[in-house]
């Protein structure tokens, strides 16, 4: 797999029908996390991606919260970004953390806030893009490599919100030799990591961070060439790598 600029594969590998069947997928797609966003508040891609390391998601496992956490009334902020722990002792193990990340997030998602919280649920992180904010839910027993793990990935899907089209998007999906069934963002309670969206964050902590934990499963392998795509649609503000 190669990708020289981020623009629909070419018609030997992607016909007229197949894009218009993913037209339409999208279409529906587009409606479903619509109504999704009118019922959770509008997290991730217009709805909520949630990611759950190390179980499959279901409703009454990890639900979906219908906003951030609230402001808190105890909290350490860190400079421009802004990154926010909740405790002192987040903090000593959350900004190891986020010294693992090369990505010049600050530049390329100008305005976003992460935060560093207790764990609230059984969820590792969320995605907030109506307000452009990442919680990180750190547990006594993670340490600085698990939280970059976690961060990496919602990354990867602040990254895709705030920067890739719909075009960049399909080009991804044939980039990674995604099933023609693929849809981007996920729907109906369906798992973060069958899904575009999904593929997409988990190669870019893959990037960030190696293949250990690579949970994608639109494809379980990951190229130069996806790297390469991956870091042309990742880095547009900034010539830091």
Same mark, same amino acid.
């Given at each position: 797999?190669?990708?020289?600029?981020?623009? +629909?594969?070419?018609?030997?590998?992607?016909?007229?029908? !197949?894009?218009?069947?993913?037209?339409?997928?999208?279409? $529906? %797609?587009?409606?479903?996390?619509?109504?999704?966003?009118?019922?959770?508040?509008?997290?991730?891609?217009?709805?909520?991606? *949630?990611?759950?390391?190390?179980?499959?998601?279901?409703?009454?496992?990890?639900?979906?919260?219908?906003?951030?956490?609230?402001?808190?009334?105890?909290?350490?902020?860190?400079?421009?970004?802004?990154?926010?722990?909740?405790? !002192?002792?987040?903090?000593?193990?959350?900004? =190891?953390?986020?010294?693992?990340?090369? &990505?010049? #997030?600050?530049?390329?998602?100008?305005?976003?806030?992460?935060?560093?919280?207790? +764990?609230?649920?059984?969820?590792?992180? &969320?995605? #907030?893009?109506?307000?452009?904010?990442?919680?990180?839910?750190?547990?006594?027993?993670?340490?600085? =490599?698990?939280?970059?793990?976690?961060?990496?990935?919602? $990354?990867?899907?602040?990254?895709?919100?705030?920067? %890739?089209?719909?075009?960049?998007?399909?080009?991804?999906?044939?980039?990674?030799?995604? !099933?023609?069934?693929?849809?981007?963002? +996920?729907?109906?309670?369906?798992?973060?990591?069958?899904?575009?969206?999904?593929?997409?964050?988990?190669?870019?902590?893959? #990037?960030?961070?190696? %293949?250990? =934990?690579?949970?994608?499963?639109?494809?379980?392998?990951?190229?130069?060439?996806?790297?390469? *795509?991956?870091?042309?649609?990742?880095?547009?503000?900034?010539?830091?790598?």
């Amino acid at each position: 797999m190669t990708a020289a600029t981020p623009s +629909p594969a070419s018609p030997s590998s992607w016909t007229a029908e !197949d894009e218009r069947a993913l037209l339409r997928r999208q279409r $529906l %797609n587009e409606r479903a996390v619509q109504l999704s966003s009118l019922l959770s508040a509008g997290a991730v891609a217009l709805g909520a991606v *949630l990611t759950v390391f190390g179980l499959y998601r279901s409703s009454t496992e990890a639900a979906i919260p219908a906003a951030p956490v609230e402001p808190l009334a105890f909290e350490l902020r860190d400079g421009a970004g802004v990154v926010v722990y909740e405790t !002192d002792v987040i903090q000593q193990v959350a900004a =190891d953390g986020l010294e693992m990340i090369r &990505y010049p #997030w600050r530049s390329e998602l100008q305005g976003w806030e992460i935060a560093f919280l207790a +764990p609230r649920g059984r969820a590792s992180g &969320y995605t #907030w893009s109506d307000q452009q904010k990442i919680e990180i839910f750190v547990k006594e027993s993670d340490d600085a =490599d698990r939280v970059a793990r976690v961060l990496a990935h919602e $990354l990867g899907h602040a990254v895709d919100v705030t920067l %890739n089209t719909g075009d960049e998007r399909r080009a991804w999906l044939a980039e990674r030799d995604a !099933d023609n069934q693929t849809a981007w963002w +996920p729907t109906g309670g369906g798992a973060d990591f069958e899904t575009g969206a999904g593929d997409f964050a988990e190669v870019f902590a893959s #990037w960030q961070l190696g %293949n250990d =934990d690579f949970r994608s499963e639109v494809n379980p392998d990951v190229d130069a060439g996806d790297l390469q *795509l991956l870091e042309q649609l990742a880095v547009r503000n900034s010539s830091d790598q």
